[in-house]
T-cell receptor, first 110, second 115 residues
Framework: KQEVTQIPAALSVPEGENLVLNCSFT??????LQWFRQDPGKGLTSLLL?????REQTSGRLNASLDKSSGRSTLYIAASQPGDSATYLC?????????FGKGTSLLVTP | KAGVTQTPRYLIKTRGQQVTLSCSPI?????VSWYQQTPGQGLQFLFE???????NKGNFPGRFSGRQFSNSRSEMNVSTLELGDSALYLC??????????????FGPGTRLTVT
């Protein structure tokens, strides 16, 4: 059974810092990995999708990497802003369903 | 292009009642998935439908059921509600075809409270 772990569970940084969120998974037989953002009480917003054959994806200040063999992915956020405050979720697809980590709650202080 | 829509956004039900939630996918998306989110368990997969067929089901009791219509809209039903069914129910749609997994797009969710 696929297990997805996200570290740290919570993170507080001052505005302007670069930061890295970590995601690990136990089964390397995946189709893709997706990073989401969730604001309190809201749905999920897709940030980046990395297919299993890819090593990384970039969108603006976000960069996500994937190392399938070691079962790890990182989400790099450059020059953090207070508007980045949210919960970040990593999800692995092994077929028709996504397996989610518990998320990293990020607070960026002005 | 309109996003995934879910109705209703909020529901309050009593133990023992049943409830039906609705999801309209992004136009052109034929795959619809349902997830339950609770503070303790996080996000858990309920089921996935493609072209009116359930292709995959998570580890939930039979009280949870769903269906998909020919226009790809989907409904999920929970019968004999329990307090533990209180959660945010999220629907996602994608272009996923046979054996291929694409990016999933989520709706705003339906917040169900069981009293």
């Amino acid at each position: 059974k696929q297990e997805v772990t996200q570290i740290p569970a919570a993170l507080s940084v001052p505005e302007g810092e670069n930061l890295v969120l970590n995601c690990s998974f136990t089964d390397s037989a995946i189709y893709n990995l997706q990073w989401f953002r969730q604001d309190p009480g809201k749905g999920l917003t897709s940030l980046l999708l990395i297919q299993s054959s890819q090593r990384e994806q970039t969108s603006g200040r976000l960069n996500a990497s994937l190392d399938k063999s070691s079962g790890r992915s990182t989400l790099y956020i450059a020059a953090s802003q207070p508007g980045d405050s949210a919960t970040y979720l990593c999800a692995v697809s092994s077929g028709y369903a996504l397996n989610f980590g518990k998320g990293t709650s990020l607070l960026v202080t002005p | 292009k309109a996003g995934v829509t879910q109705t209703p956004r909020y529901l309050i039900k009593t133990r023992g009642q049943q409830v039906t939630l609705s999801c309209s996918p992004i136009s052109g998306h034929r795959s619809v998935s349902w997830y339950q989110q609770t503070p303790g368990q996080g996000l858990q997969f309920l089921f996935e439908y493609f072209s009116e067929t359930q292709r995959n089901k998570g580890n939930f009791p039979g009280r949870f059921s769903g269906r998909q219509f020919s226009n790809s809209r989907s409904e999920m039903n929970v019968s004999t509600l329990e307090l533990g069914d209180s959660a945010l129910y999220l629907c996602a749609s994608s272009l996923a075809t046979q054996g291929v997994s694409y990016e999933q797009y989520f709706g705003p969710g339906t917040r169900l409270t069981v009293t």
